[in-house]
Structures are given as structure tokens and as C-alpha cells.
């Protein structure tokens, strides 16, 4: 049974930094790209980050590009993401997504995407 297990949310001043970490389970992980959503109180589950199966290959939003980095390790089966400079905009849950298929492409919208990792909360206070 496919499991993804976020962690690494928290509480953090602006300018600061988290890292998230998302363990896999119950799949093939490195046939799969993989990704990383956001969503914000009433607003739609968006796009941050995503990563190519093999860690190759790497795609961010323009809103996290140059702030974020995406990162996978095969051999253990995870995946992380490093954010820098948060800002209170980037306050939301995080969940971390598995490709619906096993293409190259990197996936960018949500339907794209078939496993999904139960969240974690990240709040930036400024």
C-alpha cells in the first residue's frame, strides 16, 4: 500500500528556513517523479516543486524559485524539501505527491498526481 509521510513543518520567523522531509512507502520509488503541493487557507492546492525520478531533473514555482530546493535520495527512499527566506506568504500545509505515472515529464497540476501524503503545517510569522 503506497504511503507518503510528511514531516519538518513548524512554526518560523521570516528569513528563516525549514526542511521538509517526505518517506515513501509501498512502491517503486525511484520510477516515479515526485512533488511537492502547498495549500492556504481558502485558496486552491498549488504547485511548489517537483523532481524527476531519477533527481535530474527539477521544476519550482516562480514563487519559491531561487528560495526553495527539491531534492530526492533513492537509496533511502525520500524526498525533502529545503526552504530558505520564508516568507509569511508561504504559510500553508505541505503535502508531497507521487506522479501518476512513471514518464519523465514532470507533472504540474494537481490531477496529475495520485498518492498524496497527509500534510504537514508550515507557518511563517513575521
Same mark, same amino acid.
Given at each position: 500500500?503506497?504511503?507518503?509521510? !510528511?514531516?519538518?513543518?513548524?512554526?518560523?520567523?521570516? $528569513?528563516?528556513?525549514?526542511?521538509?522531509?517526505?518517506?515513501?512507502?509501498?512502491?517503486?520509488?525511484?520510477?516515479?517523479?515526485? $512533488?511537492?503541493?502547498?495549500?492556504?487557507?481558502?485558496? !486552491?492546492?498549488?504547485?511548489?516543486?517537483?523532481?524527476?525520478?531519477? $533527481?535530474? $531533473?527539477?521544476?519550482?514555482?516562480?514563487?519559491?524559485?531561487?528560495?526553495?530546493?527539491?531534492?530526492?535520495?533513492?537509496?533511502?527512499?525520500?524526498?525533502?524539501?529545503?526552504?530558505?527566506?520564508?516568507?509569511?506568504?508561504?504559510?500553508?500545509?505541505?503535502?508531497?505527491?507521487?506522479?501518476?505515472?512513471?514518464?519523465?515529464?514532470?507533472?504540474?497540476?494537481?490531477? !496529475?498526481?495520485?498518492?498524496?501524503?497527509?500534510?504537514?503545517?508550515?507557518?511563517?510569522?513575521?
Amino acid at each position: 500500500q503506497v504511503q507518503l509521510v !510528511e514531516s519538518g513543518g513548524g512554526l518560523v520567523q521570516a $528569513g528563516g528556513s525549514l526542511r521538509l522531509s517526505c518517506a515513501a512507502s509501498g512502491f517503486t520509488f525511484s520510477t516515479y517523479g515526485m $512533488g511537492w503541493f502547498r495549500q492556504a487557507p481558502g485558496k !486552491e492546492r498549488e504547485f511548489v516543486a517537483a523532481i524527476t525520478r531519477r $533527481g535530474d $531533473g527539477t521544476l519550482y514555482a516562480d514563487s519559491v524559485k531561487g528560495r526553495f530546493a527539491i531534492s530526492r535520495d533513492n537509496a533511502k527512499i525520500t524526498m525533502t524539501l529545503q526552504m530558505n527566506l520564508l516568507k509569511s506568504a508561504d504559510t500553508a500545509v505541505y503535502y508531497c505527491a507521487r506522479h501518476r505515472d512513471t514518464w519523465e515529464a514532470i507533472r504540474l497540476t494537481p490531477d !496529475e498526481y495520485d498518492y498524496w501524503g497527509q500534510g504537514t503545517q508550515v507557518t511563517v510569522i513575521s
